[in-house]
């Protein structure tokens, strides 16, 4: 859509793998955004606490794009105190970028629970949100949500700065940090789960050895 927007992908990336980065690279691709956020969450309001420290999360996802010039790691969460709301990594990212449209890229499953995000109904005052969908998934909503999503459901390619929701199918692959974390405790190789780089580097610090 255009080449001077931003896309934002939040997460605890415990650790980062190929079900972040490439589902990502297809937002990047197809609606021609200049930069992809991937943000690692300090206190993640929905989920339990990661395993790996902040520094050890943002050294995965370092080494994880190294090779791509269009993905950043940002990490204005890590730097703020209190749980990790999106709403106010986005207001920190429209002062940044106020020219700027910003691209929220959330799961299907996300998207299904956002109505309890903290401040949810201002989002998209701030950002357009991406659903990210698999070729499988379903997206049956509740009535409430059915009509929001139907209300600011994009229709066409002129969008502003904010305040559009945009479905865009991804490359399937049905991976998970829990998953993953479950292999490497069990001694199990997760290679080709997650890029070669991030696997030395967690067996190197050791990670998620023992079972959760």
């Known amino acids: 859509m255009t080449d001077s927007a ?7 990336f415990d650790p980062v793998h190929f079900g972040h980065l490439r589902p ?4 990047a691709d197809q609606l021609g955004l200049e930069q992809i956020h991937l943000i690692p969450c300090a ?18 996802l370092l080494l994880a794009i190294k090779n791509n010039p269009r993905f950043v790691v940002d990490e204005r969460e890590l730097q ?14 429209r002062q940044e970028f106020p020219a700027k449209p910003l691209y929220l890229l959330v799961g299907t499953d996300a998207f ?3 109505q309890s995000w903290h401040e949810w109904q201002q989002l998209l005052e701030l950002t357009h949100i991406v659903v990210m969908q698999r070729p499988d998934e379903t997206t049956a909503m509740p009535d409430a949500l059915a009509s929001w999503y139907q209300q600011h459901l994009v229709t066409n390619d002129d969008v502003n700065l ?15 940090a829990t998953q993953i974390r479950t292999s490497i405790a069990n001694g199990a190789s997760p290679q080709y789960l997650l890029p070669d780089a991030v696997i030395s580097l967690v067996d190197m610090l050791g990670l998620y050895q023992q079972k959760e």
């Open 43 to 60: 206190v993640p309001p929905h989920r339990e606490t990661p395993l790996a420290t902040a520094q050890q999360r943002v050294a995965l």
């Open 112 to 114: 299904m629970g956002i």
């Open 6 to 12: 931003i896309g934002i992908l939040g997460g605890t």
């Open 162 to 176: 904010a305040g559009k929701i945009i479905p865009v199918k991804v490359t399937q692959l049905s991976i998970s």
């Open 24 to 27: 990502a690279l297809d937002v």
């Open 80 to 93: 703020r105190e209190g749980p990790s709301y999106t709403i106010d990594t986005l207001r920190s990212l």
